[in-house]
């Protein structure tokens, strides 16, 4: 049986710069196949062409069969190409916004199934969270908020935690109030690989960038890094 596996990027990589491709070398490793296949979802930026176009010439450089699927064009039987793949890729965006596409399509119980069956899952930012019980977005324009998201994996989850300002209090200020119990925040060009449900690791493809859990403890915020 294959290990189910879960690569959630805080931010960076090939959507920002093709640069070393060191995130997604390691999510081709994963995978025991020369020649991956990998299916790029870019439905949080509304099927941008831009972030398609780097993602091919990304993944293959990698030597991956790259695909991808588009929800606002016609769209083809999702079912059938995703449980064809060998790795998923969610590209970042709007996360509500992706959430209701997906849900109207059962592209988010198509994806459970995927998981179960060893399909790498990965993503970043809106990709990144989408895997959790829930996520902090900033798909509202004037706030962040907690979603509910796919529930794949336990937890609640926080991207871009060290590069935008306004990540941090938030997260500290709805476990101190105990909206949350605790949170994983995921910085920029780091990831949290998650292995069969259990097994965390910190991926830093950056200088010294970190994945961490903040919770509270006799009313004191600590932070457990993976």
């Known amino acids: 049986m294959k290990n189910k596996n879960i690569v959630a990027i805080g931010g960076g990589g090939f959507g920002r710069s093709l640069g070393e491709l060191k995130i997604e070398k390691y999510i081709t490793s994963i995978v025991d196949n020369n020649r991956p296949k990998i299916c790029f979802i870019p439905t949080a930026s509304g099927d941008n062409d831009l972030y398609k176009l780097n993602f091919y010439r990304a993944f293959s450089k990698l030597n991956c069969i790259t695909t991808h699927i588009d929800f606002f064009s016609r769209t083809e039987n999702l079912e059938q190409k995703v449980l064809s793949q060998d ?14 596409v997906w849900k109207e399509w059962n592209l988010n119980n198509i994806l459970k199934i995927a998981y179960q069956k060893g399909i790498v899952m990965s993503g970043v930012s809106a990709g990144a969270i989408c895997w959790f019980d829930k996520g902090i977005t900033d798909s509202f324009s004037d706030r962040l908020e907690i979603i ?12 871009h935690f060290d590069e935008e300002e306004e990540r941090e209090p938030f997260v500290n200020e709805i476990i101190k109030s105990n909206k949350i119990n605790s949170c994983i925040c995921i910085e920029d060009n780091c990831a949290l690989h998650i292995t069969d ?28 890094y993976f």
């Open 197 to 224: 449900d259990f097994k965390y690791e910190s991926i830093n493809f950056g200088k010294n960038k970190k994945c961490l859990k903040i919770f509270k403890e006799q009313n004191k915020l600590i932070r457990e």
């Open 87 to 100: 790795i998923i890729y969610v590209g970042g965006g709007n996360t509500k916004s992706m959430l209701a």
């Open 148 to 159: 509910d998201c796919l529930g794949i994996v336990k937890g609640i989850a926080c991207p």
